[in-house]
């Protein structure tokens, strides 16, 4: 794969129709921590895993709020997710100033994609290398959106991006006709399962790792973190761990129904 002559800049074509530039943001969002979205009829929420530097670091924030009825969770390039997120509370606070209402989400994102779409056309500029799931609420009812760095955006009943994320994408596949009429516990409790599902299997959710926003009618967007998080990891069930082989000379001392493997 000789790409050196066709990645040296985003306005550079390779010879199969591919901007290499954009696809190594792409990339970036998938070396972050996992994040899930996923909405119900009432409710919409977010979930992300926090990581921490070293030891010595404090864990970083993955959900951020933008207004009143809208947050947003990361994954890839913190810095890159700074700014986008100003600008998106800077157009909320347009909205409001200017039609005196919220803006509606499906409208943010929108323009997020047209800022984002900007760098990806431009000598000299780079693509974002951030993802963003866009918790909303609003006249339309509950929404989730996923953002790309080649400036992509969808509407989704529930997503997750970053590290390991097709393992919690298959556990969302696998329950997505359930999220429609579960109410907020049950919401966040099939949040935390998809989640959980992106770790390896020696570790765990914990107050410390886990992020929570949560909007809905009648609810403003809100993020639960530290001792906050810990009344919905409580209702969590304990994690199924690997059935581990046994050596041959060894019978086993009694048969039991299989385990589900992890994905």
Not at 8 to 33: C, F, L
Not at 119 to 129: I, L, S, V
Not at 145 to 165: E, L
Not at 211 to 234: C, H, N, Q, R, W
Request: proline fraction near 5%; include cysteine.
């Amino acid at each position: 794969m000789f790409r050196n002559q066709y990645d040296n800049d985003v306005t550079v074509w390779s010879p199969q129709g591919r901007i290499h530039q954009i696809e190594y943001a792409m990339e970036a969002v998938k070396q972050g921590s996992a994040t899930v979205g996923l909405k119900s009829r009432t409710h919409a929420v977010l979930v992300a895993l926090k990581r921490a530097q070293s030891e010595l670091a404090a864990h970083q924030k993955k959900i951020l709020h933008v207004d009143n009825h809208i947050g947003i969770s990361i994954a890839g390039l913190t810095a890159d997710a700074r700014l986008l997120c100003n600008f998106m509370r800077q157009e909320c606070l347009d909205s409001r100033f200017v039609f005196d209402r919220p803006l509606p989400t499906s409208r943010l994102v929108s323009l997020v994609g047209s800022k984002t779409q900007i760098p990806t056309q431009r000598y000299g500029r780079r693509p974002y290398g951030v993802g963003l799931l866009i918790a909303g609420y609003d006249d339309m009812g509950p929404h989730i959106f996923q953002t790309c760095p080649s400036a992509n955006y969808f509407d989704c009943k529930a997503m997750s991006i970053g590290a390991r994320s097709q393992s919690a994408r298959t556990y969302l596949e696998r329950c997505m006709d359930k999220f429609s009429d579960c109410n907020l516990n049950d919401l966040v409790q099939h949040g935390l399962r998809a989640l959980r599902e992106t770790l390896p299997t020696e570790q765990d959710l914990t107050t410390k790792n886990v992020s929570i926003g949560i909007v809905g009618k009648e609810m403003e967007f809100t993020i639960y973190d530290d001792d906050d998080v810990a009344p919905f990891l409580e209702g969590l069930e304990e994690r199924p761990q690997r059935k581990v082989a046994q050596p041959a000379d060894e019978p086993a001392a009694a048969e039991a129904p299989d385990e589900p493997m992890e994905h």
